[in-house]
């Protein structure tokens, strides 16, 4: 790597999320091009090169004697790690990969933000001395993201997967499948590809026009594996998500005789909201819901599977005889029972296949399901009630994680769907609050959505997630004693330097918005803007 004079560091203080314990220590190393890695663990300096190398242009050869040293110690947690720098060496400690890819995420942010672009730029490169001893509070830290609503190349998923990875989450919830588009190929329903994952055009909410664009697309069963493993080389988890039984329009378009109107015809929705057609929850209707979901476990290994569950109006089951006699015959109370009925189904199915059951937190409108993991979106009492009566949860309710709303109260703010969740207020969320400390356990962590009624693009996803996963990540992975709010915004900017390195289009902290500078935005927020909306 060609050297030039000026050295550049990155504070040990700037790490993000914050770690348990940073200690400053005598000494400074200088990455040179002869760096090595001396590790005895097969597999292990491959986690480190796929991380350091691009940016830092090293080679990183393997050496009985490298100045980078990787160490296992089984007495660490599975996810954490010891960064240790000194005038020597650089030793990074941990019981598993997935512990070294916590580590390499660290050490890339001791480094200069240059270091973090996927091509080296010939800057020297030193690491001032330091111990930090880490290891994450929850053990899931998840983001969600719909690709129903709008479609994402695949190339921006695997840099989603970078960015996600560098803030230390380990869970990428992909949402697959919406009324405006189904995006899980088939080989055994094809007529998804064809018919479903297209949709005619867009039209938002508070216009009278649509924008006459057709807008889709859809991944294939190789595109979504190659997703998966790309993504747990860098220790995270892709969960995926199919939703039955609402939200189904655009599978309808496909299959009309899975609705309980097939006569009157459907397409994929080209507005947004809660439509009230759902599946007709017949036989044949369950037999392609588990085709589906054989197929969809051929490409994920996920332990969760998610399978939705939130907003599905019993209006037509209700309005139907056929649905009357349906839960009749399955010894059901009424019809309003065939969505509970199917959850169960579901996840007995799973469970035979050694997978987990995830659903939003209106699994639990009916009782308790026992075995399936509750995400709490709705409200935190939800995730409350869920953990008091044994199940694990996923706290993530609108208050706090959905980061489609509103970022400030800027009029000029782009448009988005409604409520208001700025930095300070998902910093300030705590995830234990109002549960008993003998249920603490109960809560498996937390997650941040992104849904993508009016994120058409990346830029756009970019926007509404940074910063606000930054302070998202740090509640997730950091304990809450000995951090603060302000301490965390002492921190930011250096990040927010890293992050504008890589392309990250975030929202500035303060100052005009881009497209108050001269740059083309979204649509503007309306004069009048209702509360959440989801």
Not at 117 to 145: M, N, Q
Not at 263 to 280: D, I, Q, R, S
């Amino acid at each position: 790597m060609k050297q030039v004079t000026s050295p550049t560091t990155s504070s040990p203080r700037s790490v993000l999320p914050v770690p348990v314990r940073t200690e400053p220590q005598v000494g400074r190393f200088t990455l040179t091009h002869d760096l090595a890695i001396a590790t005895d663990q097969p597999g292990w300096a491959a986690v480190v090169r796929r991380l350091l190398s691009p940016g830092t242009g090293l080679e990183l050869p393997a050496a009985a004697h490298g100045a980078l040293r990787l160490v296992r110690d089984d007495s660490l947690a599975d996810e954490a790690y010891v960064v240790e720098v000194d005038n020597d060496q650089i030793t990074l400690t941990a019981a598993s990969p997935r512990g070294l890819n916590w580590a390499t995420q660290t050490l890339r942010q001791l480094l200069p933000p240059s270091a973090l672009r996927p091509a080296p730029t010939g800057e020297a490169l030193h690491l001032d001395g330091v111990k930090i001893v880490d290891e994450p509070r929850f053990g899931w830290r998840g983001v969600h993201l719909d690709v129903g609503r709008h479609f994402m190349p695949l190339t921006d998923l695997f840099r989603f997967v970078d960015l996600i990875a560098l803030h230390k989450y380990n869970v990428f919830h992909l949402h697959l499948t919406e009324d405006q588009g189904w995006r899980f190929a088939s080989r055994k329903y094809p007529k998804l590809q064809e018919r479903a994952s297209w949709r005619a055009e867009t039209q938002r909410h508070h216009q009278d026009f649509a924008d006459g664009t057709p807008h889709g697309g859809f991944y294939t069963h190789d595109q979504l594996r190659a997703l998966v493993r790309y993504a747990a080389d860098r220790g995270i988890t892709v969960m995926p998500e199919l939703e039955f039984p609402g939200h189904v329009l655009a599978l309808l378009a496909a299959y009309p005789e899975l609705g309980n109107h097939p006569e009157t015809g459907y397409a994929p929705a080209t507005t947004f909201g809660v439509f009230p057609e759902v599946l007709n929850m017949t036989d044949d209707a369950m037999t392609v819901i588990f085709d589906l979901y054989t197929e969809l476990l051929e490409v994920f290994d996920s332990p969760y599977v998610h399978v939705g569950g939130d907003e599905c109006p019993r209006d037509e089951w209700i309005a139907s005889p056929a649905a009357r006699e349906l839960a009749e015959r399955r010894g059901l109370p009424g019809p309003e029972y065939l969505q509970r009925w199917l959850t169960e189904q579901l996840r007995d199915w799973l469970a035979a296949r050694d997978r987990r059951l995830v659903g939003w937190d209106e699994i639990n409108d009916e009782g308790p399901l026992e075995g399936a993991v509750a995400m709490a979106w709705r409200d935190a009492s939800y995730g409350i009630a869920a953990a008091k009566a044994g199940l694990d949860v996923i706290m993530c309710p609108v208050t706090h994680t959905y980061f489609d709303y509103y970022q400030s109260d800027d009029p000029t703010e782009a448009y988005a769907i409604g409520g208001h969740l700025p930095l300070e207020q998902v910093y300030a969320f705590e995830p234990l609050t109002g549960l008993p400390a003998e249920v603490h356990d109960k809560v498996l962590g937390t997650q941040c959505q992104l849904w993508r009624e009016y994120m058409p693009d990346t830029r756009r996803v970019d926007y509404m997630l940074f910063p606000r996963a930054c302070a998202h990540a740090e509640v997730a992975w950091s304990s809450p004693e000995g951090r603060s709010y302000e301490e965390f915004l002492g921190r930011l900017p250096t990040h927010l330097d890293r992050l504008s390195t890589i392309g990250v289009e975030y929202r500035p902290l303060a100052g005009p918005l881009p497209w108050q500078q001269g740059g083309t935005g979204p649509l503007r927020r309306p004069v009048e803007h209702g509360g959440p909306s989801v």
